[in-house]
């Protein structure tokens, strides 16, 4: 493919019953005038009859998951079904409409085919934010920043990611990173492991339109904590390739 193919990106928007916000959610995404794909990932019947009305519209893509798995295994469904349609870049947003749309075009911005750059959101918060959430959120960036021995991350926990889909596909294959908040984290880790590039833009972040979160305080947590000492131990053994690659960016 040449370097200089357009790209065609999507954007791809995991749902798990938030009836009350997608259809606000999908027309701040519009505004991109790209399709949207969304998952739907086990929903209510609520929900999912919101979803079948939306998916009327000629640019939106529904995908249905028969039961709850995960957001991690609803982003990767959707990475999977938009290769298969062609799309060579999916913009991730989270379904509850927090995030401000009008932040959303820099990470479409300059795309070609080729472009392998993961495009990571970092928040902007306003007043909403719960405190509990603002300052739990750094436990997680210092094991991210300590399992990269880099700061070139700056929030993995954002909801809005830009993933070049046929290279998120390979890795996710090898690696599966998780099915359900670890996949937040985990991906754009390894991704930094494999030497692949990456760019934080900032995001306005809105707690949230229903107010709905779907974190399992005791099942989400193990699973983060099991990630996080996975993760340790893969950088101990990658430490002579990261600390040589820390000396190198350094000269």
Not at 26 to 46: F, K, N, Q, T, W
Not at 112 to 118: G, H, I, Q, V
Not at 149 to 155: Q, T, V
Not at 239 to 244: I, T
Request: aromatic share 8%; proline share 7%.
């Amino acid at each position: 493919m040449p370097h200089d193919a357009p790209a065609r990106p999507c954007v791809l928007i995991p749902v798990y019953n938030h009836a009350a916000a997608i259809q606000r959610t999908c027309e701040g995404a519009r505004r991109l005038g790209v399709p949207m794909l969304l998952v739907d990932d086990g929903s209510d019947r609520e929900c999912a009859a919101v979803l079948d009305a939306l998916a009327e519209a000629e640019d939106i893509t529904l995908v249905r998951l028969p039961t709850n798995r995960g957001k991690g295994a609803a982003v990767k469904a959707g990475l999977h079904e938009a290769e298969h349609l062609g799309f060579t870049h999916a913009l991730q947003v989270d379904a509850d409409g927090q995030h401000a749309p009008e932040d959303f075009p820099p990470f479409l911005a300059g795309l070609t085919a080729t472009s392998r750059e993961l495009r990571i959101g970092y928040p902007r918060f306003d007043d909403s934010v719960p405190r509990h959430r603002f300052y739990a959120r750094y436990a997680t960036h210092l094991l991210v920043w300590l399992n990269t021995l880099s700061f070139a991350l700056r929030d993995t926990m954002c909801g809005v990611k830009l993933y070049p889909v046929a290279e998120v596909n390979r890795l996710t294959r090898r690696h599966g990173c998780g099915n359900r908040m670890q996949f937040d984290t985990e991906l754009p880790v390894r991704w930094l492991w494999a030497g692949l590039p990456t760019c934080n833009l900032p995001v306005r972040v809105h707690y949230p339109l229903d107010g709905i979160s779907h974190f399992a305080l005791w099942r989400d947590n193990v699973q983060l904590a099991a990630m996080h000492v996975r993760l340790f131990f893969g950088m101990l053994r990658r430490l002579p390739r990261l600390l040589a690659k820390r000396g190198s960016s350094r000269k």
